[in-house]
C-alpha cells in the first residue's frame, strides 16, 4: 500500500524567510503532484512532476522529485503573506494504465508572520 | 472555460438517512474521481470513473457508491448514513487520453454534516 508522509505538518515562518517540505512516499511512483489548499476552499494544482530529476518553479515556490529516493521538495523562497495556506503532496499509484487514485500526504499548514 | 463544479456546496442530513452528490467537471474531461477529506483522515480517495466505468476504488464500505453518466457528470451516493461521514466530499476532473492524462483538477466541494 502506497503511504506518503509530509513534513513538517505545521510551520510558522516569517516574512523573506526560505524553507522548505519535504514528502516522502513509500512505493515506486512516477507522478507527483502538489496541491495548495487555503481555509475553507478547494484544492489548486501547483506542480505536476513526472520524471527523476524534475524541477519546476513558479514564482516564490520550487518543486523537485527525487524518484531514487522517493522524495519531492517543495521550497519558498523568501516567502510572502500571500503564501500562507495548506500544502499537500499526491502520489499516483503505478501501474495505473491511464487510471487514477491519488494518495495524499497529511498536508503542511503554512503561516507566514509579517 | 468553466471549473468543476459541485452540487450542492452544503448539506445537513440526519443518522440513517442516504444523500446523493453531483459533480459536473471540467468541458472534456471524462475522467471524474471523487475524494472525502477530514480532519482526522485527511484526503482519502473514493473512485474514479471513465466512459462511464468504475476504473479504481479505495477502501471505503459498500454504503459509497457512484456513477458516471454519458455526458461525464458523476454522482456520489452514501446510503445509511453514519456521524463519521461527516466531511468535505470532493469531487475532481482531468484530461485522459489513453495512458495520458493531465492532474486533477477540484471542484469547490460538498461540505456534508451528518447529526
Known amino acids: 500500500e502506497l503511504k506518503v508522509e509530509q513534513n513538517p505538518l505545521f510551520l510558522s515562518m516569517q516574512e523573506g524567510k526560505n524553507y522548505t517540505i519535504y514528502c516522502n512516499y513509500s512505493?515506486?511512483?512516477?507522478?507527483l503532484y502538489w496541491y495548495r489548499q487555503d481555509p475553507g476552499k478547494s484544492l489548486e494544482s501547483l506542480f505536476v512532476?513526472?520524471?527523476?530529476?524534475a524541477v519546476k518553479q513558479e514564482g516564490r515556490l520550487m518543486a523537485s522529485l527525487d524518484t531514487k529516493a522517493r522524495l519531492s521538495t517543495l521550497h519558498i523562497t523568501a516567502a510572502v503573506h500571500d503564501l500562507s495556506a495548506t500544502y499537500f503532496c499526491?502520489?499516483?499509484?503505478?501501474?495505473?494504465?491511464?487510471?487514477?487514485?491519488?494518495?495524499f500526504g497529511t498536508g503542511t499548514r503554512l503561516t507566514i508572520i509579517p | 472555460k468553466a471549473g468543476v463544479t459541485q452540487t450542492p456546496r452544503y448539506l445537513i442530513k440526519t443518522r440513517g438517512q442516504q444523500v446523493t452528490l453531483s459533480c459536473s467537471p471540467i468541458?472534456?474531461?471524462?475522467?471524474v474521481s471523487w475524494y472525502q477529506q477530514t480532519p482526522g483522515q485527511g484526503l482519502q480517495f473514493l473512485f474514479e470513473?471513465?466512459?462511464?466505468?468504475?476504473?479504481n476504488k479505495g477502501n471505503f464500505p459498500g454504503r459509497f457508491s457512484g456513477r458516471q453518466f454519458s455526458n461525464s457528470r458523476s454522482e456520489m451516493n452514501v446510503s445509511t448514513l453514519e456521524l463519521g461521514d461527516s466531511a468535505l466530499y470532493l469531487c475532481?476532473?482531468?484530461?485522459?487520453?489513453?495512458?495520458?492524462?493531465?492532474?486533477?483538477?477540484f471542484g469547490q466541494g460538498t461540505r456534508l454534516t451528518v447529526v
Open positions: 470513473y471513465f466512459s462511464e466505468t468504475q476504473r
Open positions: 512505493t515506486t511512483s512516477d507522478r
Open positions: 468541458s472534456g474531461h471524462r475522467s
Open positions: 499526491a502520489v499516483d499509484m503505478i501501474p495505473n494504465f491511464g487510471n487514477e487514485k491519488l494518495t
Open positions: 512532476l513526472l520524471s527523476n530529476g
Open positions: 475532481a476532473s482531468s484530461f485522459r487520453q489513453g495512458a495520458f492524462r493531465t492532474e486533477a483538477f
